[in-house]
């Protein structure tokens, strides 16, 4: 699935990265905790989180995460937002809580993230 | 190929530059040819040992040496060092305050998420002066199955 139908899906908007929209993402982790995160195993993976501090962009450029989706409307600041763009990383911001964004996406044939068992 | 070593500071509650280390390691790496699935535990290892130096110590640094066979971090911070270092390895143990759980840290994974992506892992802790984690990747053959 690529990225400009899961902004169709999530009905969210671009707040970095347009010009990334045809990047294919293959499976989703939805967390909060970016420890978990970076338990993720997959490459092109989506990162569904409420979490808007510039943190969750390392982490997400730590692991190749390949767009971040920031659920219930929230706003991240500038330098998150421009740490995103340095690092070639699309940010979309949907108005649908987690679980939300989570049902959908599974719905229309996102699979789950894998990650590393013990 | 000669070896290459690379040096960050690292700043206590600097929340803001927190993860530049790892970030300018994970891009080194990258243009020296590293495997990816190797570049990428290198960065989760660097990046959660970071974070720690950042939340939990008076600051620190990380070194990390690349040679054609291994990758070795060294992270090392200034203290305070850690009581009871057995306690700290167990997942979902943590002494981090409210503020850093804020961030999306102070789980408790952070140590056991470096031991899970090195080939071999040491740490040790003297309280009061200092805590040193030193980790090994192998580049070849060697890889842990992960």
Do not use: W
């Not at chain 2, 690379?6 to 530059?17: A, G, P, Q």
């Not at chain 2, 243009?31 to 720690?52: C, K, Q, W």
């Not at chain 2, 939340?55 to 070194?63: D, L, P, Q, R, V």
């Not at chain 2, 143990?93 to 999306?104: D, I, N, Q």
């Amino acid at each position: 699935m690529n990225l400009r139908e899961i902004q169709r899906l999530l009905d969210a908007e671009v707040l970095t990265g347009e010009e990334y929209l045809d990047r294919e993402v293959k499976t989703c982790f939805a967390c909060d905790l970016m420890s978990d995160v970076l338990s993720c195993v997959d490459d092109k993976t989506l990162l569904l989180t409420g979490l808007t501090n510039p943190q969750t962009i390392r982490t997400a450029e730590m692991i190749d995460i390949a767009a971040i989706v920031f659920v219930r409307n929230k706003n991240p600041d500038q330098k998150t937002v421009d740490l995103a763009k340095e690092n070639e990383l699309v940010i979309l911001r949907t108005k649908h809580i987690m679980y939300t964004s989570s049902g959908i996406l599974y719905e229309n044939g996102l699979a789950s993230a894998n990650i590393v068992h013990k | 190929m000669k070896d290459i070593r690379l040096e960050y500071e690292v700043i206590k509650d600097d929340f803001i530059k927190a993860g530049e280390a790892s970030s300018k390691i994970k891009k080194v790496l990258k243009r020296l040819g590293v495997d990816p699935s190797v570049i990428r535990r290198v960065a989760i290892a660097t990046y959660e040992a970071e974070m720690n130096i950042v939340i939990h110590s008076e600051g620190g640094n990380i070194e990390v040496v690349v040679d054609p066979e291994r990758i070795q971090v060294i992270a090392k911070d200034q203290g305070p060092g850690i009581e009871d270092v057995h306690l700290a390895m167990r997942e979902g143990y943590s002494t981090a305050p409210h503020r850093v759980r804020e961030l999306g840290f102070g789980a408790g994974m952070g140590l056991p998420n470096i031991k899970r992506c090195s080939d071999e892992f040491s740490i040790e802790s003297i309280v009061g002066s200092f805590t040193e984690v030193k980790i090994i990747i192998y580049q070849i053959s060697k890889q842990s199955a992960q």
